[in-house]
Nanobody, 121 residues
């Protein structure tokens, strides 16, 4: 599978964005899909994960209640809906695919190219 992330941009604090990650290949539905982010000068961190069927998700505590993850297997796409954005959400956001439920970067086999999200005050 190959991943292509999109939907980033510049938004004011309090605003919303929806990121998309389109997957190519026939095996998308077998992958756990995750979102990560990396702010300038910081390590890449886990944001969200969703099971292959979409029946179970987990959101990182730092964004819980504001972000959610979903997927449309018919469209081979996973989404990250980001609401009530804060300046500290500014980062490059990456989607990634794993063969198991995982939070560690090393567990993800395939990565998208990243999309920049900038939240202004």
């Amino acid at each position: 599978v190959q991943l292509q992330a999109s939907g980033g941009g510049l938004v004011q604090a309090g605003g919303s964005l929806r990121l998309s990650c389109a997957a190519s290949g026939r095996t998308f539905t077998s992958y756990y899909m995750g979102w990560f982010r990396q702010a300038p000068g910081k390590e890449r961190e886990f944001v969200a994960i969703i099971t292959p069927s979409g029946s179970l998700i987990e959101i990182a505590g730092s964004v819980k209640g504001r972000f959610t993850i979903s997927r449309d297997n018919a469209k081979n796409t996973v989404y990250l809906q980001m609401n009530s954005l804060k300046t500290e959400d500014t980062a490059v956001y990456y989607c990634a695919a794993a063969r198991k439920w995982a939070y560690a970067i090393s567990s993800y086999d395939v990565w998208g190219q990243g999309t920049q999200v900038t939240v202004s005050s």
